[in-house]
């Protein structure tokens, strides 16, 4: 079974409700890089909790791609955007 997959089984079990688990997954992300500047816990515990949040995310992105439709194409055409405009912001230092 391929990863692609599986995350369409997750979406066709659990539908819209996967919306708001992203929500949350972005939410534990977040949480996890706070860490890395807080001192609780030694730099490489939290990288670690890092990149394993990131997968929850990416994973969680693709789920949220399939519910809502989204075009490829469409999301390509905004990811050039932003990074054009982060090109320009970084040329104008």
Sequence with gaps: MTD???MAMAV???GGRQLVKCC???AELQQAI???FDGSV???MDLEA???EM???EIMLEQVRMILGV???QEARWRDRKLRRLRARMEQQ
Excluded: S
């Design 4 to 6: 692609r997959e599986i």
């Design 42 to 44: 030694t730099y490489d």
């Design 55 to 57: 997968a929850d995310v």
């Design 24 to 26: 949350e997954e972005l």
């Design 12 to 14: 066709e079990r659990f």
């Design 71 to 73: 075009d490829p194409e």
């Design 50 to 52: 890092v990149v394993e």
């Design 34 to 36: 706070c860490k890395l």
